[in-house]
């Protein structure tokens, strides 16, 4: 899904950036905020909640009726939004790579072992503007993440055109599939030379990129042959290369790519638990199913839970900003707490290498329901940026994002 909001002016960075010089010396300490009682669960969603609660309770059960209980050795990692794509030349500001770093250290308190960050089409390409400083900002972000120790994982998807998620001025118009692929390819390959990820994923969520290009279809041969593509000629220099899917899209993109010498490792997206017709969890579990009997390692590069069900649940899983903006609300935050205990359960179960929950922001913050339930879903995700960034600042920690740490040291 690859997308964050460029939310903060250069003036609000210098802002920021004089609090942190402020606090840098108090960090270490996290207060809990209070914890969130399931009963106060809005009318207009308790419906939601209650599916979505039984959802993950069945899944837990059907987890711990097959899995033996021993830990595998999973990096827990988490979305370092701060340097996602969508921020566009946000990332370029003087005051946004001591952004990364003000993000990386509120990360690093809360124990996560590594990070995900979004390098999208066509920001690398050599006739996109500037991309020579967006690769530098790159390169000086991965070499922060390296030195603190913490595992890199890279994504290499396509960025969103301007409107809902990015003010990056992108059109496709006339990009051929076949065009996109070889100069997503050759991006590919500045990535790895350049940034040196520990993980890169090639391609993710095909159904997303159908409809980003327009609707061509990229089919389950024309994404292999690009996989095939990208891992017959590259140089790996130390890199694991793995591509995937989201839970929703078909499994027939798992098979294949399963069959690819040279593919290190399938990568599943999870976000929504099932449709009226189908059961993404299920089918995750399809996915890594097959990435094991073909010998593949497992990553979940990007993983929240989707606050939908039944027909809220609509096709293109990524381009619906009325249904993130409902992440917002910490009336979530214990379904939010369930379903990462869930996943970190299915790691181990099925001997993930590494997984990364999106939308990391709410480790730090959420937004009451009441104060915020008539502003729109761009003005509710803004002011969760606003919210996350202050506690930051005063090393304030959301009840979920403690329960994260809890989960990471193993309690």
Known sequence: MNKFFNRFSKKQWIIIVISILIVLNILGRASKNNSIDPSAIPNK????????????????ARLSSTWDGKKHDVIFGAELLTAN?????????????????VYLDALQKLGVQGVTIAVSYPLLQDDFPRSAEYLAFFKKVAQEVKRRGMTLNVESGIVFPQGEFTTLKVDYTGLTLDEYFKRQERMVEIIVREIHPDYLTIGNEPSTGTDLLGGQKITVERYTQYVRD???????????????????????????????????????????LGSPQTDFLERAVQM??????????????????????????????????????RDTFSFWAPLDQKWLDVMAKFANAYKFDYISPFWSKYFFAYLDYEQNKSKSA??????????????ILSNTFSSTGLHYRSIIRGN
Do not use: C
């Open 230 to 272: 990208v891992i017959d000629g590259l140089d790996k220099k130390g890199a694991l290369i793995g591509a995937g899917a989201g839970d929703w899209d078909d499994t027939k993109y798992i098979e294949a790519f399963a069959k690819i010498p040279g593919l290190d490792y399938i990568d599943i997206h999870m976000y929504p």
């Open 288 to 325: 890594a199913e097959i990435a094991q009997a073909h010998n593949k390692k497992l990553i979940s590069s990007e993983m929240w839970l989707y606050k939908a069900v039944g027909s809220d649940v609509y096709a293109n899983v990524a381009a619906t900003p009325n249904i993130f903006g």
């Open 378 to 391: 761009n003005q509710l995700l803004g002011e969760a940026d606003v919210q996350a960034v202050k506690n």
């Open 85 to 101: 794509s969508h921020r566009g030349e946000g990332l370029l500001e003087p005051t946004s790579f001591q952004g990364n770093v």
């Open 45 to 60: 969603f308790k419906s939601t909640y209650t599916e979505l609660e039984r959802r993950l309770n069945e899944f837990d």
